[in-house]
């Protein structure tokens, strides 16, 4: 048999096999393979208030509207006749290969979905080869999930606060937990109108949630420590009701020894103020990022880069890699896609630094689209969440098992055998 006409079956496109072969038993997946029919379940298992922050976006969410509908406007041209019997779906990035072309993106407060959750989802991501970010918001620690993950590829998230101090002390723990990368995000030294959030009164960090990174931090136990001894809480006290008396149960739990501890010695809430004392720096420009270049030897990238000025910029300054995103439609509304702006973002930097997409990614043929227009990679961000809600660390890895499918089918069928093949003549 001539070895050309043999099928060839990647481990990736197994998923498809195994969902039709479950279903001559009746089984169907456990993880909507739909993105909508994901969500409206992902709705049912979360508590209305975790669903809001994970789903909503800024004002009227426009901006959300605007990612998907970017989508849509390019098509797709698929040409025959290539062979496509083996793809290579793998992509470079800072020296590693990796098997496919996607990251998750950071999503704080995972707690709100699961107690463990930060924890479970690097736990997929290290066994699918998908790189985690972790969240500067985590409800876990990075090196409690970097120790979860053994060799798994990582980065971090940094929300650059008021404190340089902290900001240093993070990024050395980052380097110690093995983290390949810092990202720095731009787009949230404040946060949205999210209308979602505002009506139903709820911000999770005021209960103490999503803090992980701060009370693990030293430097941030030390100004903790400075702030109690000074008694400086002169933050706005809340009307004493019955839900005030839970929130303080919240936060006390949220406290990293014991929750009587917390709630006895202050330490719990105080940290909670603390923490919006110098969570976000509204005053950061570019001139600081000279102070973060030198402390890390590690690649940094900005994320929140919309205009093609800004990536320009970002390179000049000595920034190793730019992500394309507008926060998946959560701080501005009425901006401008993510999508739309990729090309332009990616003629600015004219191939001297990697370009990666986030915001609005749902399926393998937004992620041709995106390489096609000059993505290294893309972040996944939503749909992985709502993976965890319905199926835990299994549900995450069936979500990324079923992008990764997706995107390898789409390549094949328009004609590319790799990821190098995907250009801008593949698109209409």
């Known amino acids: 048999m001539n070895d050309k006409n043999k099928e060839t079956v990647s481990p990736t496109l197994d998923r ?3 969902i039709y072969l479950n279903g001559l038993s009746g089984d169907r997946p456990t993880v909507p393979v739909d993105y909508d029919e994901l969500e409206v ?3 049912r298992a979360l508590a209305p208030e975790a669903f809001a922050y994970i789903a909503g976006g800024a004002g009227h969410e426009h901006t959300m509207d605007s990612n998907r509908e970017a989508f849509g406007q390019r098509r797709i041209l698929p ?5 496509v019997s083996e793809r290579d779906t793998s992509v470079t990035l800072f020296g590693r290969r990796l098997p496919s072309p996607f990251l998750l993106s950071p999503i704080g407060v995972m707690e709100m979905v699961d107690p463990k959750g930060d924890e479970l989802v690097g736990r997929a991501a290290a066994s699918e080869g998908v790189p985690m970010i972790f969240s500067n918001q985590a409800s876990q620690p990075m090196e409690h999930v970097a120790g979860a993950m053994g060799d798994g590829p990582r980065w971090f998230q940094l929300y650059w606060s008021k404190s340089d101090d902290l900001v240093k002390s ?5 380097e110690e937990a093995g983290c390949e990368a810092i990202v720095v995000t731009l787009d949230t030294t404040m946060l949205g109108w999210r209308t979602r959030d505002l009506d139903l009164a709820y911000l999770p960090f005021l209960r103490g949630k999503g803090i992980a990174q701060y009370t693990s931090d030293p430097v ?3 100004r903790l420590e400075q702030a109690i001894q000074e008694g400086g809480d002169a933050a706005p006290k809340p009307r004493v009701t019955m839900e005030t008396l839970k929130v303080l149960r919240d936060v ?3 406290w990293p020894g014991s929750t009587l501890e917390g709630l006895r010695s202050g330490k719990a809430r105080a940290a909670v103020q603390e923490f919006i004392n110098t969570y976000s720096r509204p005053s950061l420009t570019w001139e600081d990022l000279a102070m973060l270049r030198e402390h890390t030897r590690l690649p940094i990238l900005l994320k929140g880069i919309l205009h093609p000025e ?3 910029m970002a390179v000049d300054y000595g920034m190793d890699g730019v992500i394309v995103s507008n926060h998946g439609g959560r701080q501005v509304d009425g901006a401008v896609s993510s999508f739309e702006m990729l090309p332009r973002v990616v003629e600015a930097v004219q191939g001297r630094v990697p370009v990666i997409l986030d915001s609005g990614i749902r399926g393998g043929a937004d992620v041709f689209k995106a390489l096609a227009l000059g993505a290294t990679a893309v972040g996944l961000g939503r749909p992985w969440v709502y993976g965890l809600a319905l199926n835990g660390e299994e549900g995450v ?3 990324l098992r079923n992008l990764k499918t997706d995107f390898e089918l789409t390549m094949g069928l328009a004609g590319c055998s790799s990821t190098a093949e995907i250009s801008p003549e593949r698109l209409a």
């Open 16 to 18: 498809q096999r195994e």
């Open 41 to 43: 379940r992902a709705e």
């Open 79 to 83: 040409r025959m006749l290539n062979d």
């Open 170 to 174: 993070l990024v050395s723990r980052a």
């Open 220 to 222: 941030f136990l030390r």
């Open 252 to 254: 006390a739990q949220s």
């Open 310 to 312: 800004d990536a320009r």
């Open 397 to 399: 890895r069936e979500v």
